[in-house]
């Protein structure tokens, strides 16, 4: 009995430490999101009710924003909710599933080890920095890394101390080991030059990746384990790519949207826009496919986020849809393939990021996506009304006019937000961030006035989902950030470049090769990361073969949408089973004819600009 007691201490110990962490970093990380919204929406109203710009709000949202990511990430990685592939471990008999979890948290541990010392002599450096509008030392900012370093590599400690010694043990000894194996072997690597980045960046980060190393945190340690075995660089220019990755104020616009997203769920604007389209087309076989096609295109207009987006449309479809006698299975698979068809929607998250990483028009983004997610829709539209040929219309009859023009008067409130936020970026009037403020106000409004629908209880676990998913995201952006500089310090970014514009077939060639690049990037890495590592180093090399950016971004966002919500690997399947509470088993048999639907999509995508660049 003395020896169970003593066992289950640390785990009494670490879960006690876990609740004081939370409270540490959920509650300033909630405020933050709230007094970002306030701040911006105040520069907002000075800058064009007033016509009298406050120089400061900018400023004051770049300092506290990467607090919130650094927050944010503190409690993504509490919460276990920090992107990874869990494909490869789901399958492993519990031991060696207990085992893996160790490894990964030794992993997460030997970064932060690595990364908080820097963290600290990268914050000092910049006490010299102050603020032009504020005069604020640039200290208070950075220290933002320094402080998330700290907190997360308790976590990642308290984690290790929930398991049993034994895989803790396992878990920090190969870790251990793989160091001192690379510090010995470091004079002999050097004599292969560039076939070290396959060591490091193929081999070592892809193991990681495959074991359920966070993504982010994987793509961090492959990166430092790099720079220290291999170069004399400081370390504090990791601290310092990550810091220029994730303050770029085009980012903001992330959380800001994952926020509208929650905000539009929770006050039911998300259920009129949904009821409106069920009640135009619900009554045709197929009908409430092209009503699930249609919503997600609609929500997707607001919320930047596909997971928001799906569990928004799918609750309020998939009870009637299983009433007229559709498998869980289609319905999910629809619900994915659909997920895929509105990457390109504005604003998604991914057309923000590829703006910030390569220097996109943000505002071009937003005009070319439309078209493109219209063809794949187009496509998807088709293959339901084949699948749907055997639908049960029993008792289903088609609603009056009077019942459909009550609809769509309840859900226009809604329905103009999405043409508000398009607007308004696309004709220059507002920045993506700056308008999506201006959507969190409209839609806090909407649903206290109109819908009367606004749950305070539920505002505060919003604000840290919000905090959790946006600091998840962010990391991965920061270390991506410093991975792609190392990359380009190596000179691998020069020759993908020559190798990729000297590809048979030209531009035809270079968009196949990208296609499929990307399809299994977005399996693999997910599509944000992919899009930070290899966007900034494969743009260029479009340019070079005559490409037009706008349509290779919303090529390849496409293409990373296929492999992230395709099985077995894509993370974005799995959170539409969850959702839509369907075995992932029982989908798998049935997504192939929609994702080979969004696969012909594409490809005419591809073949014809016109649908990306026509109305820029």
């Known amino acids: 009995m003395t020896s169970l007691a003593f066992a289950r201490t640390p785990s009494r110990a670490a879960s006690r430490i876990d609740v004081i962490l939370r409270r540490i970093a959920e509650v300033p990380a909630a405020l933050l999101v709230l007094t970002e919204v306030v701040v911006l929406f105040t520069g907002v109203v000075a800058r064009y009710v007033f016509h009298a710009p406050l120089i400061w709000t900018d400023e004051l949202a770049s300092i506290l924003f990467l607090w919130l990511a650094m927050l944010g990430s503190v409690i993504a990685l509490q919460r276990s909710e920090h992107m990874r592939l869990t494909a490869i471990v789901a399958v492993m008999s519990a031991a060696a599933r207990a085992r893996t979890e160790a490894l990964a948290a030794a992993a997460v541990a030997v970064f932060l080890l690595m990364l908080v010392p820097s963290a600290w002599d990268y914050a000092s450096d910049q006490w010299f920095i102050e603020t032009p509008a504020l005069g604020i030392h640039d200290t208070w900012r950075a220290m933002a890394i320094l402080v998330g370093g700290v907190l997360m590599l308790i976590t990642a400690l308290t984690r290790l101390l929930r398991l049993s010694w034994k895989d803790a043990a396992f878990g920090v000894v190969v870790v251990l080991v793989m160091m001192a194996a690379l510090h010995l072997a470091a004079p002999w690597l050097k004599g292969f030059g560039n076939w070290n980045l396959v060591l490091f960046f193929v081999l070592l980060l892809g193991t990681g990746v495959l074991l359920s190393v966070p993504i982010g945190f994987a793509f961090g340690l492959a990166t430092l384990a790099y720079l220290a075995t291999l170069t004399r660089t400081p370390l504090t220019v990791v601290v310092s790519r990550m810091d220029e990755g994730m303050s770029s104020l085009i980012l903001l616009a992330v959380p800001l949207f994952v926020f509208l997203g929650l905000l539009i769920e929770m006050t039911g604007m998300a259920r009129a826009m949904v009821g409106f389209l069920a009640s135009l087309l619900g009554h045709v076989r197929g009908g409430l496919s092209y009503v699930l096609l249609g919503a ?99 008792g289903v009859v088609r609603p009056p006019w009077r019942s459909i023009g009550r609809a769509f008067i309840v859900a226009l409130p809604a329905l103009v937000l999405p043409f508000v936020i398009r607007t308004a970026v696309i004709e220059g009037i507002a920045t993506a961030t700056e308008v999506s ?64 514009t000297a590809m048979p077939g030209g531009a035809a060639g270079f968009m196949a090769v990208s296609i499929i690049a990307f399809i299994v990037l977005g399996s693999v890495l997910e599509g944000i990361p992919a899009i930070v590592l290899f966007g900034p180093l ?69 073949a014809v600009p016109w649908f990306s660049i026509g109305f820029l």
């Open 296 to 394: 997600m295109y609609l929500v997707s207009g607001i919320s930047g986020s596909k997971a928001a987006d799906m569990a928004a449309v799918a609750p309020v479809l998939f009870p009637e849809m299983k009433r007229r006698g559709a498998d869980e299975g289609e319905l999910v698979s629809l619900l994915s393939a659909s997920g895929a068809m509105s990457e390109t929607i504005p604003p998604s998250l991914v057309l923000i990021t590829i703006g910030s990483v390569t220097g996109v028009s943000i505002s071009a983004l937003f005009t070319g996506g439309l078209m493109p997610a219209l063809v794949l829709a187009a496509a998807l539209a088709a293959i339901a009304r084949w699948r749907g040929r055997g639908e049960s219309l029993a």
């Open 437 to 500: 403020t201006i959507g969190i106000v409209y839609g806090a409004l909407a649903g206290i006035l109109i819908y009367r629908q606004f749950p305070l209880r539920r505002l505060y676990p919003m604000l840290v989902e919000t905090a959790a998913l946006s600091g998840a995201i962010l990391l991965i952006i920061g270390t991506a950030t410093a991975m792609a500089w190392a990359l380009t310090q190596s000179g691998f970014s020069h020759q993908l470049a020559t190798a990729m």
């Open 538 to 606: 494969l743009f260029p090399s479009a340019r070079l073969v005559g490409i037009n950016e706008v349509h290779y971004a919303m090529v390849v966002i496409l293409a990373m949408g296929i492999g992230l919500f395709a099985p077995p690997f894509g993370v974005g399947y799995y959170a539409a089973c969850a959702i839509g509470r369907a075995s992932p088993d029982a989908a798998m048999r049935r997504i192939w004819p929609y994702l080979l639907a969004v696969l012909a999509g594409l490809i005419v995508v591809a």
